[in-house]
């Protein structure tokens, strides 16, 4: 308990224990890790539907009259594409290349914007965004005021809309709507998003609203199985379908064309952004090491830093994620390897506890819903 | 507890001994233990033949989320290892205490049985935890 006392908490965290709830210590925060466990809600999620607090995540609101062209400076993606009421994935980078965060931007009017950043990085983001304030805008930290719920799998719409009159098949897949009303908490935002290779939504909405709706969604959602998910699902749905976690696949010593998510990268843009030209550089002479897909053929569980060998016996990268796929039954992970070996079909050993065993490079992602 | 677990002594590891002939022993881990890894899927267990020494790492158990060491709490040469757990890790959840069993060992120093705890002391020490 002496410890707990010292971690930061979400608006849910007096409802966790009601549902089972496993706290653990996730980078400062005390958050569930699984409920009724991990196996189970990971199916939940991929069958029927699943619920996250995921309100550890930052905000930050941008507004003025050079938002656009200050955000489209500080990010890699392509800010001036968004119309109002869309979302872009995108991410944010050192001089040097390295990730500051893999983030989302929410167009919610013309200059005023809201980013979504990792819950580990806020501070950071926030400091390293007010460093680089270009022309006429404000910035502010929501972060506190703000929960977030994840509403994940194919019954997630069904479910929702029974609590909505706002018609949620019009919106579509990185779109949102401003001011909906849910099972009647108003202005929430509902945003066709998420983090598990499923459909579904991301709520945002005032943090001391968070508890109302989340006992609302279960109860409307009890008949389709919709179940109360942890950090622990949330992570193996992830790396199935491939997202990238900020810390392991994509970091500060790893840029995000090497990370695999270059479609974030627009080097074409016409404005200038931080790194531009060391992306445009490391774009055209391609990446020295690359993320890829790799599974486990001998027996044994990939891991976050584990050495990845050629077939000769060298030292080419290293694992950046790994676990037992629940869906796919096999030891799956992401590794960070010397471009030359990331082929699919390259034969690779993983280095688990001292054992080279037997790896091959696949796919990815692991998962694609039907 | 049911009187199956009644005559299993206990490591603070969180591993079980359970007597068989002689200076065989069985070895797995408590309910409480799997209940804190969660979802096992997992599982490498010593080598048959090895001799090991107690409270030495001889093998791993893996949920989906943590890698966890299994400690041997006694010494001797392993004679057996449940092969039901290299596709069916999951076992150790459903029943930590029968079917989910990790290893037998021929015991080189009975004596260390000595150093383990009794169910009522173990679950005493299990509750301590929790505070």
Redesign the interface.
């Known amino acids: 308990m002496s410890t707990e006392a010292a971690l930061k908490q979400t608006p849910l965290f007096e409802v966790y224990e009601k549902y089972g709830g496993k706290v653990i210590d996730f980078g400062g925060w005390a958050l569930p890790v699984q409920f009724s466990g991990i196996l189970e809600e990971h199916a939940a999620v991929r069958t029927e539907a699943g619920l996250f607090d995921v309100s550890h995540m930052g905000e930050v609101l941008v507004v003025g009259k050079d938002a656009e062209s200050y955000i489209n400076y500080l990010v890699t993606n392509d800010v001036t594409t968004l119309e109002v009421n869309q979302a872009q994935y995108t991410a944010m980078c050192y001089p040097d290349g390295g990730t500051v965060d893999d983030l989302l931007v929410y167009k919610l009017a013309n200059q005023k914007y809201l980013l979504v950043i990792n819950a580990a990085n806020i501070e950071k983001d926030y400091d390293w965004m007010r460093q680089h304030v270009k022309g006429e805008v404000t910035l502010q930290n929501i972060s506190d005021d703000t929960a977030q719920l994840a509403i994940q799998g194919p019954k997630a719409e069904t479910i929702l809309q029974k609590l909505t009159e706002t018609d949620l098949s019009e919106i579509r897949p990185f779109e949102f709507a401003q001011q909906v009303t849910v099972s009647g908490i108003a202005n929430i935002l509902v945003s066709r998003t998420g983090y598990t290779g499923e459909d579904g939504f991301e709520l945002y909405l005032a943090a001391d609203q968070v508890a109302a709706l989340w006992e609302k969604l279960l109860e409307a959602g009890s008949e389709e199985g919709l179940k109360p998910c942890g950090l622990g699902a949330r992570d193996t749905l992830r790396l199935e379908a491939r997202l990238a976690l900020y810390g392991q696949d994509i970091s500060s010593e790893i840029s995000p064309l090497e990370a695999g998510i270059g479609f974030v990268v627009k080097t074409k843009k016409e404005s200038d952004f931080i790194a531009k030209d060391v992306l445009a550089a490391q774009r055209k002479e391609g990446v020295k090491r690359k993320l890829v897909g790799i599974e486990v053929i001998g027996r044994g569980i990939p891991r976050h830093g584990y050495k990845v060998v050629s077939e000769g016996g060298d030292e080419i990268g290293f694992v950046t994620s790994g676990t037992q796929s629940p869906t796919l039954k096999k030891s799956i992970g992401l590794a960070l390897i010397s471009t030359e070996y990331a082929v699919v079909g390259t034969p690779l050993k993983v280095e688990i506890r001292n054992k080279p065993i037997e790896a091959i490079v696949v796919k990815a992602p692991f998962y694609k819903r039907g | 507890m049911t009187k199956a677990t009644a005559n299993l002594l206990y490591s603070k590891e969180h591993e079980w001994v359970l007597q068989l002939d002689g200076n065989r022993v069985r070895i797995g881990i408590s309910d409480f233990a799997q209940e804190a890894l969660?979802?096992i899927?997992?599982v490498?267990n010593p080598e048959i033949d090895a001799e090991i020494s107690a409270n030495e790492a001889v093998g791993?158990i893996?949920?989906?989320?943590a890698?966890s060491e299994i400690f041997t709490p006694l010494s001797g040469t392993v004679v057996s290892v449940n092969d039901v757990l290299?596709d069916a890790p999951e076992t150790i959840n459903e029943e930590p205490f029968e079917a989910g069993w990790l290893f037998e060992l021929e015991m080189s120093n009975p004596e260390e049985l000595e150093t383990l705890m009794n169910e009522d002391q173990y679950q005493a020490f299990t509750n301590e935890g929790e505070n």
């Open positions: 969660g979802d899927v997992f490498e791993t893996e949920s989906v989320k890698v290299e």
